[in-house]
Nanobody, 121 residues
Framework: QVQLIESGGGLVQAGGSLSLSCVVS????????MAWFRQAPGKEREFVAA?????FYADSVKGRFTISRNNAQNTVYLQMNSLKSEDTAAYYC?????????????????WGQGTQVIVSS
């Protein structure tokens, strides 16, 4: 059984930084592409960043967010800098069975429970 557990969300002022973590168990982590998605109230879940055979970012976060992974610790990270109020959302980490990067939620078969990020302006 695959489990993904996110942590690191919280309340931060605009311009500040937060770092999210996601620990994965029950899957060969090093061969799994990992992604972060986010969902604001009343909106669809949207792609933020992914890391697998390469890394990829949504235009809205490029240059501000950095995705990374530590295969020895089965953990993927999302460092978020220069946060804006529009970054406010629940952030979810997701895993798929190979290293190919996919930008839509349907491409991932395992999800965490989400962690809330609130950016105050």
């Amino acid at each position: 059984q695959v489990q993904l557990i996110e942590s690191g969300g919280g309340l931060v002022q605009a311009g500040g930084s937060l770092s999210l973590s996601c620990v994965v168990s029950g899957r060969t982590f090093s061969s799994a592409a990992m992604a972060w998605f986010r969902q604001a109230p009343g909106k669809e879940r949207e792609f933020v960043a992914a890391i697998g055979a390469a890394t990829f970012y949504a235009d809205s976060v490029k240059g501000r967010f950095t995705i990374s992974r530590n295969n020895a610790q089965n953990t993927v990270y999302l460092q978020m800098n220069s946060l804006k109020s529009e970054d406010t959302a629940a952030y979810y980490c997701a895993a798929r069975r190979n290293l190919a990067i996919v930008l839509v939620p349907a491409g991932y078969d395992s999800w965490g429970q989400g962690t809330q990020v609130i950016v105050s302006s």
